[in-house]
């Protein structure tokens, strides 16, 4: 980076970390720590609960995932509306009226302590590694700018957002995130507008859809299954999957994870918070829609601007320096030989769209996706020799891919602004998401078990200490996180693991009177213990395994209840 992106990069971030200690400077209890003393009204609840999902994997690796999949990922969120709407009827009422810190109170009122610490653990141990993830995102940028050793990134980037958490609480999270959020998108919208300034003057944004549709990468709504080979069930991005499998990701999620539920509850009233919630389901789709069309757009530039073999720039110096060195070179001598005939045929494609030449069309269509056949056929070559030559290496690319357009197209002063973009992405979503961990922790397991009489003083250490313990735990996660492909992709399947079964338990809590906590205890850990092992086999895709989770907790926890009434009549 120039010395003006560095200066651009640190005011900015210096900016955000001054102004949320400064709003945050009243903390005197536990409800001003966690909750911002429950006064925060409705747009900054927005604000927040929009930050918190926002984190540096949506800004990274949103728009690859676009260039190598499509945008089909976008019906991920459609069942997100509806759950919105649910939330704001079923759950949020009750969370308000009890006045609670986390969302795991309520249960031990409802069944008992066991299945409260069982539920919170669940939340504790799958946010805990997703969050691991979320540090792991922005540590590529600073390794791939400077060359840094990944792992000392991961250290330096986790102990930023510790000091910002401890330091600043709730009320330092919901302020700073507007102006994330503000910065965020002014900086995303800036991108999406240079990624179409780059193209050709006689490709236009219009052009630049239409080649991107035909190519396969606007495929928005997948009606049934994606793959052909593969039943509805198991392909990842369907409308079925979004809509069904999304709708309980999304209820649990936003429904039962202390990281969104501690957000909406700063709200100084049930109004506010209903707001916040009802308006983050109404803008969520159109935001994910636009950062995956900036992905799109990207492989359209790419057309013509000839794309790398491999993102990874460092990953494709250091096989250069290995045994590796002439099979690299001779892959790189193909690719380029089908780099160099991609722009002259996209060129041919625009040209046929303006004159509404179909036939042309069609079949400058059907040899452009020839040459992309072939091209990912090389691409995947390119995979397994960095596998073979650099095993402690991120084999896929796709989160870099937004990143290598940033680094090498966009003016200096702007590269800045777009890495403090994703610095700033994780700063608001990681502390939140520390900050729900750590009120769980001292709520749930620490002040209910190990010590229920401490001064209002003594909670608040201990709150900064659970968020301590929690940012080194995260730092450890993100050790282990090279290697698992799409970030985006992977902490939602991380997530969809064991949100199913969390909701369930919440659902049996609200609607199920009758059914005793001991079993919905068993049934949460028999159904978790299933959910994993459908995982393993691969017969459900990720989105489903919320369904199966929740409907296994209340199927078995009703048969236990059931059984136990049917041997209590026989005696």
């Known amino acids: 980076m120039s010395s003006l992106d560095w200066v651009v990069l640190i005011l900015t971030l210096a900016f955000i970390l001054l102004y949320g200690i400064q709003k945050s400077r009243r903390q005197n209890n536990m409800t001003d720590y966690f909750l911002g003393d429950r006064e925060m009204p409705w747009y900054i609840v927005l604000f927040s609960i929009m930050a918190t999902q926002a984190s540096a994997i949506t800004f990274l690796s949103a728009p690859g ?7 089909r990922f976008v019906q991920y969120y459609f069942g997100l509306p509806i759950a919105m709407v649910v939330l704001c009827i079923g759950f949020v009422p009750i969370f308000r009226k009890l006045k609670v810190f986390t969302a795991y109170e309520f249960l031990e009122n409802r069944f008992d302590l066991k299945t409260r610490v069982l539920a919170s653990g669940l939340f504790l141990l799958q946010r805990g590694a997703s ?4 540090i792991y995102a922005p540590s590529i940028i600073l390794s791939s700018l400077l060359g840094w050793n990944i792992y000392w990134t991961n250290v330096f980037m986790g102990g930023l957002v510790i000091i910002y958490t401890v ?16 910065i965020i998108f002014a900086g995303m919208a800036l991108a999406g507008w240079i990624v179409v300034h780059l193209l050709p003057s006689g490709v236009s944004f219009t052009d630049a859809l239409h080649v991107s549709g035909k190519l396969g990468k606007l495929n928005v709504i997948v009606p049934t299954i994606h793959v052909t080979s593969r039943a509805w069930w198991q392909d990842k991005y369907n409308i079925w999957s979004g809509t069904i499998g999304g709708f309980f990701l999304a209820l649990s999620y936003f429904g039962t994870d202390q990281s969104q539920v501690g957000r909406y509850l700063t709200g100084k009233s049930l109004k506010e918070s209903r707001m916040g919630l009802l308006l983050n389901g109404l803008v969520k789709i159109p935001m994910q829609f636009l950062i995956l069309l900036i992905g799109a757009l990207l492989f359209v530039f790419y057309q013509y601007a000839k794309a790398p073999m491999f ?30 005939s991609k722009g002259q045929k996209v060129n041919e494609l625009v040209a046929a769209l ?7 069309e069609e079949l400058i269509t059907d040899t452009l996706r020839r040459l992309e056949a072939a091209t990912n056929t090389l691409h995947g070559r390119v995979i397994a020799l960095v596998h073979q030559a650099l095993p402690g290496i991120d084999r896929d690319d796709t989160n870099y891919i937004f990143l290598h357009f940033v680094k090498d197209y ?6 800045g602004l777009l890495i403090a973009v994703i610095f700033l992405a994780t700063w608001g979503s990681t502390s939140a998401t520390l900050n729900s961990l750590a009120s769980t922790t001292l709520i749930d397991i620490h002040k209910r078990i190990w010590k229920k009489d401490g001064t209002p003083g003594y909670y608040l250490k201990a709150s900064r200490w659970w968020t301590l ?10 050790q282990f996180a090279q290697g698992l492909g799409s970030l985006i992709e992977a902490v939602n399947v991380l997530g969809s693991l064991f949100y199913g079964t969390i909701l369930g338990i919440f659902l049996m809590a609200f609607y199920s009177k009758k059914v005793a906590g001991t079993a919905v205890f068993w049934a949460a850990l028999v159904a978790e213990i299933g959910v994993i ?18 409907l296994l907790v209340i199927g078995i926890a009703w048969t236990i209840h059931l059984g136990k009434a049917i041997i209590r009549n026989d005696r």
């Not at 250069?320 to 892959?331: L, Q």
């Open 65 to 71: 995932q676009a260039y190598t999949d499509g945008m």
């Open 131 to 134: 969050t691991g993830i979320s």
């Open 167 to 182: 330091l600043g609480g709730a009320r330092a999270v919901a302020y700073t995130q507007q102006l994330q959020l503000f």
């Open 311 to 340: 993102f990874n720039d460092a990953a494709v110096r250091e096989v250069y320096s290995t045994p590796y060195a002439p099979e690299m070179r001779r892959i790189h001598e193909n690719f380029t030989l089908l780099e160099s």
């Open 354 to 360: 303006h004159r509404k030449d179909l036939p042309g």
């Open 410 to 415: 966009l003016p200096r002063g702007l590269v």
């Open 469 to 478: 313990f929690w940012g080194l735990f995260c730092i450890a996660v993100a």
């Open 533 to 550: 092992g459908i995982y393993k086999t691969a017969w459900l895709s990720f989105l489903w395994l919320n369904v199966v989770g929740c």
